[in-house]
């Protein structure tokens, strides 16, 4: 529809290298009556794991959307690197969504792989159409992000022959092909049978280590305390604390973080 | 049938030396364009039952009469029946000459040369039928009969008070004596020519009570044409003096005594207010004597006793077949094309242009194609002269684009949110999210149901011979009224339309299979 969500011309060969944080100032959100987001602050800074957790209709997926571009937001700003959104920006398909949303890549909860597309297919799809980089080369690359989530040999399998953790590994072999600077992670283990998760936070693991910045939705507590740097507690559109992990998960200093805490872990 | 050979043969070379005559001395006249409907059935116009590519009749032979005297070749041009009055308005041909009856309706609309036929009305029913000889008797009796529509009988009938569902309007000649042979009805009321030529092939059915209602058949042109009018005045004028109409209409076994009529000065000029009271009030100038099966029973019904073999018309309906291939493929290309954009002005455009794309779809599902196509043809294309084709291509195309539209609309929407997010998330654009990733998704789902409107579209052109196409249903229409052999033309003309629809069916499974790979 519109050319003005592409990347800039200049977003891969002159990307900036400089400080890649990621900056939400004073967000907020109305969602039909209802105060989805009041006035979050956050920072996420390089190589970082952040973990979001909190109970369900906290907000914690509206952030990362709205990180994302894909729901506007009514006050505040974000910042990722050099490139700011506002919120007038983030109403419409902006070349400035276009631009935080190049150095961001986005994981959901139930894959969305494009079903009438192989595996490769899927990862080498916006490489060639929206960076018009050639089939070879991106073919190359994409077998590489494929091996790397360890699955080489499924390169030319069809969405429905693979399994629920085999599907949520492309998907995030499919936004690293865009080389993003940090992954947002929205529940991506919570379809997945109990055994399939392993392998997906396996990925996550291996990636953190690489020194991507990872910012993750999850229930995954345990998950949460073993790989995260910091795990925010967000909960009625509100940070109600933050911290490391073994601070906020084993000694919890708000009672709405140990009632949520509690229900969790049972 | 030998008889009947020779004589044939004889007229085929008559008509090489006349064709030759013409060629020689007429070259520079124009031609003039006739209008009848062939599939209306014999003896008046109809497919010669030994070469499809030619009409015979007694209005092909009064034509042959007419060249010679106007010096001017005529040239035949296939027309339905229903629209001969309108298609004479539009100018699609000069003159038609089709057993039009002179009615006071017609006169409003059309001028009509002198007559060139005396005809009465009389009914035909199964033989030993003792219940009624008059339409009084059967209109009390509360017993169904067939007609013509748009005939004069028809109007007669109605005027006197038989009407649906008692009156059986058919559009062909067959069908109204197989459905008295069979019970359907209990009488046929029609032109005593058309007895003439039909009952001979029925020997279960004959004429009762006395001949009806009289009326002419005459020449009909647009009001403009004066001078054309009375050109052909005088061209039947001499025929009528010189006695020359008697041998054709012999030929055909169409002769009465009523002909005498047409020599009458009253009728010498022209017939512009020669029916002004309604018709049959006048009483008859005499009243022929029933008139004996024996006297009709000639040469032209001899023929066709003997069946015609069925593939004798297997190219005439092949060429039917291509017709309909070229309607559908072209009707479809343009419902394919109008239907996309109409769905995404639905599914993305602002308030104004969503309420136009829903607009288009209602009108055009809600109004029959029928109707479409008169309108196209009739009222809009009239001006510009567009072909017939064309209009059946545009009406069909725009009929279904409607149909499309709903389609591809339902499918697109069918298609995951979460689709566009993810690939909204990896920088694409919507138009290229809409190409790459929507599009080959909504086309698996589009594809069965668009398959059924090919082949729904496909039949749907049988339709478009209302405004004279001759595709492959009118072609049936035709060779079986020129055969008779409904059962063998018929099936036939299903083989075409299985051989070309089934194929479709399988194109269809394939496609399904080759892009629905990794959806199903």
Same mark, same amino acid.
């Given at each position: 529809?519109?050319?003005?969500?592409?990347?800039?011309?200049?977003?891969?060969?002159?990307?900036?290298?400089?400080?890649? $944080?990621?900056?939400?100032?004073?967000?907020?959100? $109305?969602?039909?009556?209802?105060?989805?987001?009041?006035?979050?602050?956050?920072?996420?800074?390089?190589?970082?794991?952040?973990?979001?957790?909190?109970?369900?209709?906290?907000?914690?997926?509206?952030?990362?959307?709205?990180?994302?571009?894909?729901?506007?937001?009514?006050?505040?700003?974000?910042?990722?690197?050099?490139?700011?959104?506002?919120?007038?920006?983030? $109403?419409?398909?902006?070349?400035?969504?276009?631009?935080?949303?190049?150095?961001?890549?986005?994981?959901?909860?139930?894959?969305?792989?494009?079903?009438?597309?192989?595996?490769?297919?899927?990862?080498?799809?916006?490489?060639?159409?929206?960076?018009?980089?050639?089939?070879?080369?991106?073919?190359?690359?994409?077998?590489?992000?494929?091996?790397?989530?360890? +699955?080489?040999?499924?390169?030319?399998?069809?969405?429905?022959?693979?399994?629920?953790?085999?599907?949520?590994?492309?998907?995030?072999?499919?936004?690293?092909?865009?080389?993003?600077?940090?992954?947002?992670?929205?529940?991506?283990?919570?379809?997945?049978?109990?055994?399939?998760?392993?392998?997906?936070?396996?990925?996550?693991?291996?990636?953190?280590?690489?020194?991507?910045?990872?910012? +993750?939705?999850?229930?995954?507590?345990?998950?949460?305390?073993?790989?995260?740097?910091?795990?925010?507690? +967000?909960?009625?559109?509100?940070?109600?604390?933050?911290?490391?992990?073994?601070?906020?998960?084993?000694?919890?200093?708000?009672?709405?973080?140990?009632?949520?805490?509690?229900?969790? +872990?049972? | 049938?030998?008889?009947?050979?020779?004589?044939? %043969?004889?007229?085929?070379?008559?008509?090489?030396?006349?064709?030759?005559?013409?060629?020689?001395?007429?070259?520079?006249?124009?031609?003039?364009?006739?209008?009848?409907?062939? #599939?209306?059935?014999?003896?008046?116009?109809?497919?010669?039952? !030994?070469? *499809? !590519?030619?009409?015979?009749?007694?209005?092909?032979?009064?034509?042959?009469?007419?060249?010679?005297?106007? %010096?001017?070749?005529?040239?035949?041009?296939?027309? !339905?029946?229903?629209?001969?009055?309108?298609?004479? /308005?539009? %100018?699609?041909?000069?003159?038609?000459?089709?057993?039009?009856?002179?009615?006071?309706?017609?006169?409003?609309?059309?001028?009509?040369?002198?007559?060139? =036929?005396?005809?009465?009305? /009389?009914?035909?029913?199964?033989?030993?039928?003792?219940?009624?000889?008059?339409?009084?008797?059967?209109?009390?009796?509360?017993?169904?009969?067939?007609?013509?529509?748009?005939?004069?009988?028809?109007?007669?009938? &109605?005027?006197?008070?038989? @009407?649906?569902?008692?009156?059986?309007?058919?559009?062909?000649?067959?069908?109204?004596?197989?459905?008295?042979?069979?019970?359907?009805?209990?009488?046929?009321?029609?032109?005593?020519?058309?007895?003439?030529?039909?009952?001979?092939?029925?020997?279960?059915?004959?004429?009762?009570?006395?001949?009806?209602?009289? %009326?002419? =058949?005459?020449?009909?042109?647009?009001?403009?044409?004066?001078?054309?009018?009375?050109?052909?005045?005088?061209?039947?004028?001499?025929?009528?003096?010189?006695?020359?109409?008697?041998?054709?209409?012999?030929?055909?076994?169409?002769? @009465?005594?009523? /002909?005498?009529?047409?020599?009458?000065?009253?009728?010498?000029?022209?017939?512009?207010?020669?029916?002004?009271?309604?018709?049959? /009030?006048?009483?008859?100038?005499?009243?022929?004597?029933?008139?004996?099966?024996?006297?009709?029973?000639?040469?032209?019904?001899?023929?066709?006793?003997?069946?015609?073999?069925?593939?004798?018309?297997?190219? =005439?309906?092949?060429?039917?077949?291509?017709?309909?291939? *070229?309607?559908?493929?072209?009707?479809?290309?343009?419902?394919?094309?109008?239907? &996309?954009?109409?769905?995404?002005?639905?599914?993305?455009?602002?308030?104004?242009?969503?309420?136009?794309?829903?607009?288009?779809?209602?009108?055009?599902?809600?109004?029959?194609?029928?109707?479409?196509?008169?309108?196209?043809?009739?009222?809009?294309?009239?001006?510009?002269?567009? !072909?017939?084709?064309?209009?059946?291509?545009?009406?069909?195309?725009?009929?279904?684009?409607?149909?499309?539209?709903?389609?591809?609309?339902?499918?697109?929407?069918?298609?995951?949110?979460?689709?566009?997010?993810?690939?909204?998330?990896?920088?694409? #654009?919507?138009?290229?999210?809409?190409?790459?990733?929507?599009?080959?998704?909504?086309?698996?789902?589009?594809?069965?149901?668009?398959? #059924?409107?090919?082949?729904?579209?496909?039949?749907?052109?049988?339709?478009?011979?209302?405004?004279?196409?001759?595709?492959?249903?009118?072609?049936?229409?035709?060779?079986?009224?020129?055969?008779?052999?409904?059962?063998?033309?018929?099936?036939?003309?299903?083989?075409?339309?299985?051989? &070309?629809?089934?194929?479709?069916?399988?194109?269809?499974?394939?496609?399904?299979?080759?892009?629905?790979?990794?959806? &199903?």
């Amino acid at each position: 529809m519109t050319d003005a969500i592409q990347p800039s011309p200049t977003s891969y060969a002159g990307r900036p290298t400089g400080d890649m $944080r990621i900056e939400v100032t004073d967000l907020s959100k $109305r969602y039909g009556g209802r105060q989805v987001l009041s006035g979050v602050n956050l920072t996420v800074v390089p190589g970082e794991t952040v973990a979001l957790i909190g109970p369900s209709g906290g907000g914690k997926s509206t952030l990362l959307r709205c990180l994302n571009g894909l729901n506007s937001f009514d006050g505040g700003s974000i910042r990722v690197g050099p490139h700011r959104l506002t919120a007038a920006e983030s $109403r419409r398909p902006t070349a400035a969504v276009a631009r935080v949303r190049r150095l961001l890549g986005m994981i959901f909860q139930d894959f969305q792989l494009f079903p009438h597309q192989t595996a490769l297919g899927n990862v080498i799809e916006a490489p060639m159409t929206v960076l018009g980089r050639g089939r070879a080369e991106s073919e190359k690359r994409g077998m590489a992000l494929l091996t790397r989530v360890g +699955l080489a040999g499924h390169a030319d399998a069809y969405p429905n022959q693979l399994s629920g953790g085999q599907k949520q590994r492309v998907a995030i072999a499919r936004a690293l092909a865009m080389e993003p600077r940090a992954l947002l992670c929205d529940e991506i283990t919570s379809a997945l049978d109990p055994e399939l998760k392993g392998e997906v936070l396996d990925v996550l693991v291996d990636l953190k280590r690489d020194g991507l910045t990872l910012l +993750l939705v999850t229930h995954e507590i345990g998950f949460a305390r073993k790989a995260a740097d910091r795990v925010i507690v +967000l909960a009625d559109g509100g940070i109600v604390e933050e911290g490391p992990p073994e601070e906020i998960i084993d000694r919890p200093r708000t009672e709405r973080t140990k009632h949520f805490l509690s229900r969790v +872990l049972g | 049938m030998r008889r009947w050979r020779s004589c044939r %043969g004889m007229m085929f070379f008559a008509a090489v030396l006349w064709a030759a005559a013409v060629g020689n001395g007429r070259a520079d006249a124009p031609p003039l364009l006739w209008a009848a409907d062939e #599939s209306g059935g014999a003896p008046y116009v109809f497919q010669d039952p !030994d070469n *499809a !590519d030619r009409v015979v009749g007694f209005e092909v032979d009064l034509k042959d009469a007419l060249e010679g005297e106007l %010096g001017r070749p005529i040239r035949f041009k296939h027309y !339905d029946f229903k629209n001969l009055i309108p298609g004479l /308005q539009r %100018g699609d041909f000069d003159f038609a000459m089709n057993g039009l009856e002179v009615l006071p309706e017609y006169q409003k609309e059309v001028l009509f040369s002198r007559p060139y =036929y005396v005809y009465e009305l /009389q009914l035909a029913v199964r033989k030993g039928e003792r219940r009624f000889k008059t339409i009084e008797e059967l209109k009390d009796l509360r017993l169904p009969v067939a007609t013509l529509s748009g005939s004069a009988a028809e109007r007669l009938l &109605m005027g006197r008070g038989v @009407n649906p569902p008692l009156l059986h309007s058919y559009d062909d000649q067959t069908g109204m004596y197989i459905d008295l042979a069979n019970g359907n009805v209990d009488a046929v009321y029609i032109d005593l020519p058309v007895h003439i030529y039909y009952l001979p092939k029925y020997p279960g059915l004959e004429l009762t009570g006395q001949p009806g209602e009289k %009326g002419y =058949y005459a020449v009909a042109f647009r009001k403009a044409d004066g001078a054309l009018c009375e050109q052909f005045n005088g061209a039947l004028g001499r025929l009528i003096d010189g006695d020359k109409l008697r041998p054709i209409y012999q030929k055909w076994g169409v002769w @009465n005594d009523d /002909q005498m009529e047409l020599a009458a000065p009253e009728l010498g000029a022209s017939t512009v207010g020669l029916l002004a009271s309604p018709l049959g /009030q006048g009483p008859l100038l005499a009243a022929p004597a029933l008139l004996p099966r024996t006297e009709h029973d000639l040469t032209p019904a001899a023929h066709t006793e003997s069946a015609v073999p069925v593939w004798k018309y297997l190219g =005439y309906l092949l060429g039917g077949a291509g017709v309909t291939v *070229a309607l559908s493929v072209l009707g479809m290309a343009l419902a394919v094309a109008l239907g &996309m954009p109409i769905a995404l002005m639905r599914l993305y455009g602002p308030a104004p242009i969503r309420w136009l794309a829903i607009a288009y779809v209602e009108v055009f599902r809600g109004i029959p194609v029928l109707l479409l196509l008169f309108f196209l043809y009739f009222v809009f294309g009239s001006p510009y002269h567009i !072909d017939a084709f064309t209009t059946a291509v545009v009406g069909l195309g725009l009929n279904y684009a409607a149909y499309e539209a709903e389609i591809y609309r339902a499918a697109i929407g069918a298609v995951p949110a979460g689709q566009w997010e993810a690939a909204a998330s990896l920088g694409m #654009s919507r138009a290229l999210t809409f190409r790459r990733i929507i599009l080959p998704q909504a086309l698996r789902i589009i594809l069965p149901p668009m398959t #059924s409107d090919f082949v729904a579209l496909f039949k749907d052109t049988s339709v478009v011979s209302v405004i004279a196409v001759a595709e492959l249903t009118k072609r049936y229409q035709t060779a079986a009224q020129s055969s008779l052999d409904y059962v063998g033309i018929g099936l036939m003309t299903a083989a075409l339309y299985l051989v &070309m629809s089934v194929p479709l069916g399988f194109l269809s499974r394939w496609l399904e299979q080759r892009w629905g790979k990794g959806v &199903m």
